[in-house]
């Protein structure tokens, strides 16, 4: 409809600079400029590195969004950004463009948390968020479960990780089989040739004892070693590393207890939707999993396809759009980058 806003979304909180344009819950543009080949050699984000990449990459980018949506700057009607979490020198440029453009074009300006905006980028693919509903988010930084009753003012966090982010396990693991970073992509791609069942991994915080005080928190640094001793064994033993089982049975570890708990957080608060998302939500096994496991109990999940789980400018400027039209207040224009912005906080 042309009579819903028109949002402009800026993405750099780590090493994809992305802007996306959308019109209420429609998808006009998501131009996207990767500095993730300069990482490689490191085996992880270099936040100088990403810095500057967004530095080069952000006015071009720019353009190219605002060419794929076929409109001019003069058009939109605000500017999202987001403002944290993420890496301080990277959320710096997207902040400091943002702001440079609102002033330029006389434009409204949202900062925007990051996290909030995983959750918010499904509502371009299926249509608006019912609300309680509970999101299950598991990123390169964050893994998390919440309970989200208004998207737009606060989001209520039910447990998180102890210690190691979802796909930080998947990268690190990758390491240790030698696949490229970042890992997740390619574990996903070994596993498919895999038996899940060929080594039986720890669940971590899912025993009895742990579930009381970590119903809903994560826990992957168990998992880790279990693999790394298990690799390092066979290894020793002079025997080859069968990869693709290990990125299964690794992987299966890592989605039963992402669902598992995601799903009893849904039944036991009588929630009917669970929205997924963060890099990890285009694991191909965690879709299939949580679906067939949600269908057995009603409950309907959401996900969005791969291409908007990872970090893109779509997300943000749907978030925006969400806001504009909750009739949340626009932020100040010295709005600050905040590294640490807590889950709670959707925009500042
Ligand atoms: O959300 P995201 O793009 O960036 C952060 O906000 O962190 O997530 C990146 C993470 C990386 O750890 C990457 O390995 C993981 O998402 N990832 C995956 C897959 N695609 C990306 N993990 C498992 N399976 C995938 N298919
Ligand atoms: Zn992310």
């Known amino acids: ?53 967004h530095l080069e990459a952000i006015v071009p980018t720019m353009q190219r969004a605002l060419t794929e949506a076929g409109v001019a700057l003069a058009d ?33 300006v949202y900062g925007v948390n990051h996290l909030a905006a995983h959750v918010a980028v499904d509502t371009l693919e299926h249509g608006p968020l019912p609300e309680p509903a509970v999101a299950l988010l598991v990123s390169g930084g964050h ?32 390491r240790l089989l030698g696949l490229p970073f970042p890992g997740g992509p390619y574990i996903d791609r070994e ?4 038996d899940p069942a060929a080594i039986a991994f720890p669940r971590g915080l ?26 390092e064994a066979r290894q020793r033993a002079g025997e080859p590393v069968p990869v693709a089982d290990v990125a299964a049975s690794f992987q299966e570890a890592v989605c039963d207890v992402l669902v598992a708990k995601a799903l009893d957080a849904c039944r036991t608060s009588g929630i009917e939707t669970l929205v997924i998302g963060g890099g990890v939500a285009a694991n191909s096994r965690l879709r299939a999993m949580a679906e067939q496991r949600a269908a057995r109990h009603g409950i309907r999940v959401r996900v969005p396809r791969p291409g908007l789980c ?14 504009v039209a909750s009739g949340v207040a626009p932020s100040r224009l010295d709005l600050p980058a905040d590294s640490a912005m807590p889950l709670t906080t959707v925009s500042v």
């Open 1 to 53: 409809m042309a009579d819903e806003p028109l949002i402009l979304g800026i993405e750099t909180s780590c090493d994809e600079t992305g802007v996306g344009i959308v019109r209420g819950h429609t998808l006009l543009a998501d131009a996207l400029a990767s500095s993730v080949d300069q990482h490689a050699r490191f085996g992880g984000v270099v936040p100088e590195v990403a810095s500057r990449a």
């Open 76 to 108: 939109i009607d605000a500017i999202a950004v987001t403002a944290g979490p993420g890496l301080a020198g990277a959320l710096l440029v997207g902040v400091a463009a943002a702001k440079g453009y609102a002033v330029a074009a006389e434009k409204p």
């Open 143 to 174: 893994s998390s479960l919440l309970l989200v009753d208004d998207l737009a003012r606060g989001v209520t966090p039910l447990g998180a990780t102890i210690d190691d982010a979802a796909g930080e396990a998947f990268d690190k693991i990758a």
């Open 191 to 194: 596993a498919r040739a895999g």
């Open 206 to 231: 899912t025993a009895a004892k742990d579930l009381a005080a970590h119903r809903y928190d994560f826990s992957f640094s168990g998992l880790k070693t279990a693999v790394a001793r298990w690799v």
């Open 310 to 323: 990872t970090d893109n400018g779509a997300m943000v400027a749907a978030l925006g759009a969400h806001l």
